[in-house]
């Protein structure tokens, strides 16, 4: 009975949400983001929403390694597989988080930043590196309220920056298109962005939620699909492929779309 009630609230709030405009003040839900993520990882609590090694779901290694093998896939499929290996890259991974992409982008790198609003994941990303034996990686700490720090701390453009399980975890859309103006700046000429986000059906459940962050961060921030191909269209983007995954399983999770986009050449 508990949870049938739970789950009557939730409902009603989800349609006032929608369609009443019934959502929490945008500097509350960053405010919010960052207490979240620094009481997860920096207080030895379970790490797996960060997608560290061995926690949570991540207790299954196949599931952790997967995961990352997954986004290199994609990536693959989008970019071609031999663009990571035509030279020593400057790679950016926006939300390293336990760094499941960052074993499988970072070797070959010339540079590999991990971005991260807490120490605790920057550092936990460092050690899955330095356990390949690669030096490569620089962490970049960042506090939520200023992404545009980022592109004051780093002083090189890159060829690549990627972001996987991140958009869909940020405070909003407008702070979305933020991190999509920071990433612009930071790429070189001609520079690949691969963002994963999640999409929106018209289905209630599927869009935004805008309140309550601690429990509703994997549905935070979602785009209908054109909605994000035209929003980094205007951030100077121009969106070359798109994959659509429906379901993943290895995070027991859905409706994800990756975008390969390419920053225009300065004229």
């Not at 499929?77 to 499988?104: F, M, N, S, Y």
Request: charged share 25%.
């Amino acid at each position: 009975m508990h949870r049938y009630i739970e789950r009557i609230i939730r409902v009603s709030r989800r349609l006032l949400d929608n369609y009443a405009g019934l959502r929490e003040p945008e500097d509350k839900i960053i405010a919010d983001s960052q207490a979240f993520w620094n009481n997860l990882s920096n207080q030895g609590r379970d790490g797996g929403p960060a997608h560290f090694r061995g926690q949570s779901i991540f207790a299954d290694d196949s599931r952790w390694v997967g995961l990352g093998q997954n986004s290199l896939r994609i990536f693959y499929r989008l970019a071609g597989e031999d663009w990571l290996a035509k030279k020593p890259r400057r790679i950016l991974d926006w939300g390293c988080g336990g760094g499941t992409c960052a074993v499988h982008f970072a070797p070959g790198a010339a540079c590999y930043y991990g971005v991260d609003i807490t120490e605790a994941s920057l550092a936990e990303c460092n050690r899955q590196v330095e356990a390949l034996g690669l030096h490569n990686f620089k962490p970049v700490l960042f506090a939520a309220p200023d992404p545009e720090r980022v592109a004051r701390l780093i002083d090189k453009p890159c060829d690549l920056v990627l972001s996987t399980y991140v958009f869909e975890l940020l405070p909003s859309k407008e702070y979305g298109r933020r991190v999509l103006r920071t990433i612009h700046e930071l790429l070189a000429d001609e520079g690949l962005a691969f963002i994963q986000i999640k999409y929106s059906t018209h289905k209630l459940n599927s869009m935004s939620y805008r309140w309550g962050y601690s429990k509703n961060l994997g549905n935070m921030t979602t785009y209908f699909i054109e909605e994000f191909w035209t929003m980094a269209r205007e951030c100077g983007f121009e969106p070359q492929l798109l994959y659509l995954e429906p379901v993943q399983p290895l995070n027991n999770d859905h409706h994800f779309a990756y975008f390969l986009m390419e920053k225009a050449k300065s004229s």
